[in-house]
């Protein structure tokens, strides 16, 4: 069972090089979310999808762009790598059918740093 | 005033002690999530409650709807248990099943 499953693990950027962080999962849910997570804060959404192309800022949208072309995929894009943009990124997913809410599922995360 | 907030902050413990970590929150919610986050980052999800009390193995979660307040216990605590506690809550007035996330309770047992 693969779950969630987010490339790269780690990456070391320079200021305003561009990149894309990938997310797809397995089990066909319909909600995908992404996430930063800085030193000593809560977890912050960036962008969140409630099917294939569906998609919405969340919190922190800043400086991000995200797609959904399909069910399983929702790629995160960064553009213009800013130092404030270096972080933890997680991605996860949800079932969106179901009686109230569900756990959600989250990939291993990316530590992306801005150099 | 965070939306959700934990305490204690950092917790240290031996080995067998009962550990309770709090979760404390301002909004009206859909249900109350537990996650754990291991040194190796990786999230998993522990509960999800919306009322009463759940129970897996040595752990119980508690929610009190009218008060706005969780309690996350580990009974009889071990070394593996030792990670970051993460409280989030999906406030009524977010749809998506949107978080609104704590800043975590970190945890260390000591053998």
């Known amino acids: 069972n693969a779950g969630v499953t987010q490339t790269p693990k780690f990456r070391i950027l320079k200021i305003g090089q561009s990149m894309t962080l990938q997310c797809t999962q397995d089990m066909n849910h319909n909600y995908m979310y992404w996430y930063r997570q800085d030193p000593g804060m809560g977890l912050k959404l960036i962008y969140y999808?409630?099917?294939?192309?569906?998609?919405d800022k969340g919190e922190v949208p800043n400086g991000y762009n995200v797609s959904r072309s399909t069910t399983e995929d929702f790629p995160l894009r960064l553009e213009l790598a800013a130092p404030s943009q270096t972080s933890v990124y997680f991605c996860?997913?949800?079932?969106?059918?179901?009686?109230?809410?569900?756990?959600?599922?989250f990939g291993d995360g990316t530590r992306l740093s801005i150099l | 005033k965070n939306e959700v907030e934990q305490s204690p902050q950092n917790l240290t413990a031996q080995e067998g002690e009962f550990i309770t970590i709090n979760c404390s929150y301002s909004?009206?919610?859909?249900?109350l999530h537990w996650l754990q986050q291991h040194p190796g980052g990786g999230i998993v999800s522990l509960f999800m409650?919306?009322?009463g009390k759940k129970k897996h193995g040595r752990l119980i979660a508690t929610i009190n709807i009218q008060e706005k307040h969780s309690s996350l216990h580990i009974t009889a605590s071990h070394p593996r248990d030792s990670a970051v506690y993460i409280c989030a809550v999906s406030p009524l007035i977010q749809g998506a099943q949107k978080l609104v996330f704590g800043q975590g309770t970190r945890l260390t047992i000591n053998p």
């Open positions: 909004v009206g919610i859909s249900a």
């Open positions: 996860a997913s949800s079932y969106s059918g179901g009686r109230g809410n569900q756990p959600q599922h």
């Open positions: 409650l919306s009322s």
């Open positions: 999808s409630v099917g294939a192309g569906i998609t």
